[in-house]
């Protein structure tokens, strides 16, 4: 029965999680691009769902006052913490042309890096690494890299001057060079951030 509630909190997770950047670039579309505005928002879900909604709970179970501690306050506050600079970095990313596609896989693919390496230090398990496990590591960083080289970009802008000439002409004319790093992030041409 665990097994099920283990499979069912993490699709439940992934769902949530997946679907947080591109709905938070859109919120923030229609909030005017503003980066506070949004984490606001974010405030406020975190405050019904992280709040109200469990101490509600507790107080039906009659377990709201029972069992506080500094030290699980504190930690837990941290964690808090963490995920609310999570949320600020996603939003200063996605309000500076970074592209849901682009940053959130980003992302997922440092964050369990950075887990990783906190179990290790944290429970002192450097030892029991192997090689394997390292190899695993180094494939969650080149699969990273390949998507922030090789992700969609999305239709490039028309340009006026192009638009009475044939589709040939226009392809001889632009030259075919590969984006740079931060073309694939935002989407923009470098030459146009200028």
Same mark, same amino acid.
């Given at each position: ?8 909190? &993490? ?44 101490? !509600? ?20 506050f941290i964690a808090g913490t963490c995920g609310t600079f999570g949320a600020f970095g996603?939003? @200063? !990313?996605? /309000?500076?042309?970074? $592209? ?16 990783? &390496? ?10 029991? !690494? ?15 890299? /390949? ?19 044939? !589709?040939?002409? @226009?392809a001889q004319t632009e030259p075919d060079a590969r984006p740079s790093v931060m073309e694939?992030?935002?989407? $923009?041409?470098?030459?146009?951030? $200028?």
């Open positions: 029965m665990h097994f099920i509630f283990v499979i069912c909190g &993490i699709t439940l997770t992934a769902l949530a999680w997946g679907s947080y950047g591109p709905i938070l670039h859109e919120g923030q579309h229609h909030l005017g691009n503003d980066r506070i505005k949004p984490l606001i928002c974010v405030g406020l879900a975190y405050l019904v769902v992280a709040v109200i909604i469990p101490s !509600a709970i507790l107080i039906a179970q009659g377990k709201l006052t029972s069992d506080w501690t500094f030290s699980g306050i504190s930690w837990s996603l939003i @200063v !990313a996605l /309000t500076n042309g970074g $592209k849901p596609w682009v940053v959130m896989p980003l992302v997922f693919g440092f964050a369990p890096i950075v887990t990783t &390496i906190i179990s290790l230090v944290t429970k002192n398990l450097w030892s029991q !690494a192997g090689p394997i496990f390292y190899a695993g590591i180094i494939m969650v960083v080149a699969g990273a890299v /390949t998507v922030l080289l090789f992700a969609p970009k999305g239709a490039p802008p028309t340009k006026a001057a192009h638009a009475k000439e044939p !589709a040939e002409k @226009v694939t992030l935002t989407g $923009k041409k470098e030459s146009e951030n $200028k």
